[in-house]
């Protein structure tokens, strides 16, 4: 069984006078102990949104609603109460986030902040547990650490921030830790050692860690397993080799060939996805990537499409793949899931004041698209 | 490349310094340092070349571009541009420059004026200079260039808010190109948009260079995307430059340790690239560009370092096959004689003790990486 099964989550965030906003639609993703997993996507495709769901730090308002699952070694952790979600957040999950600065509290010394975690769920106190916090410093590579522990978070630079934050979530040895976005913020020298740094908390603690990011190639570097996102749902999941060998789903290919590659030759040519991430179809009306999407066909407009699961064990929501050579279209087709979607909602990307998307366009990639 | 030695140099920068002033006090603002942010940088930007400079952040890019184009006076150095010398024109004069070379700044939303729409936009840099006569010629110059960076023309009325990203960064582009200029100072074009728009953005740019014949000087932390536009990239570390070269040989023969360190850090999205290369992790920050180490400003992370020469001579910039280095051991380590050692981390401070980081580093950009 998975440590962490996350089954059709969904958020909606729903203000007044306003339209409801589905951020997340529907997702469904599973770690396994020890296990790398990836979100990928871009911006206001759902990937920060799911990890707070999870963590339970949405804020609690009447707007926001969460749906679905997300069963934790047994325990649903939408269910449980409050002070049970406290005892696991930080023991048996732990999450590190995008800005450290933002995130450690800039007037208590690091010190502190590393100690309470010990002292909430270790019960450790005095100079036990700061023995124990200059210890969890050293190990993620803070030179110094005893004096380290008296200073604030300014008196850091990003680099050494981000691995106070990674002592801190690491500090039970949590069974999964989130990675929102861990290496976004800081330069790409430091970003490899960071990288570097999680890979072997990884390796030693067989900790399972889930990896929010937009950059691919930090994920062709780490995960396992890569689930791609786009419009608040999970469009592909593969495997890391076969994804980047052969991604099925068009934005996934689109992805790819978009990034300029750092071994490839000066001049060549990007082949851009057309269009802007506000250029999406609610899923209620059809394949969100449709107007922007280079294998579009009648079939991607009308319902939502189909999760195909392949007997290889990917999958994919399109209904026009990207063949594979070899293989003649379906053969690998082991089970299809129907694509639900609850009408009336748009993803949270979507233009605010657009006219509803009128199915069977045709005309929305045109806006931006030059090249 | 060959350019440079045909001598069509359109912009050619002479041991250029902007040094910032550290001030403490109240009453009485005294000096108490200075921050280095671009110490001596010699470049040449040949006509219809795309000069690429990385760097990590604080390095002194960003300030080395505006400094080019006068938009924060250097202490001291020449910047000259197609012959004239800019650091010593009278400002009058420097204004009527400005047209022939422009500005592409990170990020739109905070680069355009939210209350202007985009025909206001770009009208008021062709007023400013005079260009196109009366209200027709300038409509005529703007759906021109409008048509150039693929925005409808129905845009013209509208206002920054109602773009998304990509086409924010095109009305930047639009207002930059909008004056027919010959250099285009790019400052981290794409880094704020999302990764499928970067790839549009960076086409539009080379396309642009194809047809207009433009000069760029693009500056991102993105080697990636500096490498796919650029013809020559120089990298910066600590206010000067460490190594330059075609953009090519410098990825598949680096030959600065801080140069090799970077590209091997940079992910590429392939597992099988990704699983094949050995990284060299480098210890430690960036050390303070207040007070940077003596001798070459790298030693202090350097995997190569030497106990001679490396800690007390600063590298000048030399000539090795095409490349221009500034390491006194580049061609040891090229052949392998010098093998690389670990580094102990050196503790850095972003500021002086207990100080607050934001007097001492340099004057960041809005929504740099700092």
Redesign the interface.
Known sequence: MALLDVEELSVTFARRNQRTVRAVDGVSFSVDAGEVVGLVG??GCGKSVTSLAIMGLLPRQPGVQVGGKAVFDGTDLLQIDDRSRRDIRGRDIAMIFQDPLSSLNPVVPIGIQVTEVLTRHRGMKGQAAAKEAAQLLDRV?I??PKRRLKEYP???????RQRALIAMAVACQPRLLIADEPTT?????????I??LLKELVRDSGTALVMIT????????MCDTINVLYGGRVVETAR??PL?RQPRHPYTV???S?????????????????G???DLLPWPDGCAFAPRCARRVDACVGEPPELVLTHDGRSYRCVNPAPVPGLTPGEDVREVVPGQATPGSVPAQA?PNDPPAVPGLAAAPS????? | MSERSRGDVLVDVRDLKVHFPIKRGVLFDRTVGHVKAVDGVDLRIARGETYGLVG??GCGKSTLGRALLQLTPPTSGEVSFDGVELTTLAPNKLRAMRRRMQMIFQDPMSSLDPRQNVESILTEGLQTHGIGGDRDGRRKIISETLDQ??L?RWALSCYPHEF????RQ?IGIARALVLGPELIVADEPVSAL???????V???L??LQDNLGLTYLVIA?????V?????TVGVMYLGALVEEAP??RL?TEPLHPYTR???????????????RRE?I??A???PSPANPPPGCRFHTRCPWAQPTRCADERPELREIGGSRVACHWAEQIASGELRPHQV????????GE?E??SVVSAPTEPGS??
């Open positions: 871009e911006s590579g030179p110094d300014h008196q850091l630079s990003g680099g050494m913020a800081l330069d790409v020298t430091i970003q490899a050692q990288l570097e937009h950059d691919l190639g930090v994920v062709a570097g890391r080799r980047f689109g992805l790819l978009s990034v300029p590659r750092l071994d490839a030759g000066r001049g060549e040519r990007l082949n851009p996805i057309p802007s991430v506000r233009v806006e931006e698209e030059t090249s | 990590e952040s960076v693929g409808p998304s990203g990509g086409q095109r999302d990764v499928s728009i970067q790839a549009q960076v086409n539009l080379d396309e932390h993105d080697l990636a995307v490498r796919h536009i650029s013809d953009s090519d990825y360190a970077l590209m091997s850090a940079v992910p590429v999205p392939d597992p099988d690239v990704e699983d990284r992790l480098l430690g920050d960036l102990s981390v050196e503790l850095v401070r972003p500021a207990g607050e980081p990486f700092v």
